[in-house]
């Protein structure tokens, strides 16, 4: 199997994962609290910071990837990908923590958690939905998971056949 054709395959089966996990939030909805609010400023400087330091460092990983020609590995490509998919991560709740600190999200949940509005009467329309959008973050946090764990369990299956190669010989 040529080296694109892995690749191909590795982001067809994250992408699949993606799908599942998108039916099973539209499917089974129920309160998610995947960006956290900060009391004071100071903690939400710090936490975007942190953010961004966390995009550097996946970039770089990425960069040293591309660099050392590991991406040809089944193992590391999985690492990559999931490299990939935390840089977008990280954007999104950077994005979101800023339209937290900016407008002062001030979200109205009204009924029950199946038939329940929400009313976001500090935003726009158009920043509620990206705000909505935002939000759905594990979207792309759990395959980022998924990815660096298939891609650890391949190097991993990878050095044991090294080793029992080597042990053979």
Not at 55 to 65: A, E, P, R
Not at 136 to 145: E, G, K, T, Y
């Amino acid at each position: 199997m040529s080296k694109a054709k892995l690749f191909i395959d590795a982001v067809l089966k994250t992408s699949i994962w993606s799908g599942l996990c998108l039916l099973w939030n539209i499917g089974c909805p129920n309160l998610a609290f995947s960006l956290q609010l900060h009391g004071d400023p100071e903690g939400l400087y710090v936490h975007q910071i942190a953010h961004f330091f966390f995009v550097i460092s996946m970039t770089i990983l990425i960069y040293w990837l591309f660099r050392m020609k590991l991406l040809f590995q089944r193992g590391w490509r999985f690492i990559g990908l999931g490299a990939t998919f935390l840089i977008l991560w990280n954007i999104d709740a950077f994005v979101g923590h800023w339209i937290e600190g900016t407008n002062g999200v001030n979200m109205i949940v009204k009924g029950n958690h199946w038939s329940g509005t929400i009313e976001f009467p500090s935003l726009s329309e158009n920043m509620a939905v990206l705000y909505y959008l935002l939000k759905l973050d594990h979207l792309l946090c759990v395959p980022a998971i998924a990815s660096i764990f298939l891609g650890l369990r391949e190097l991993y299956t990878d050095s044991v056949k090294t080793l029992r190669q080597r042990q053979e010989s």
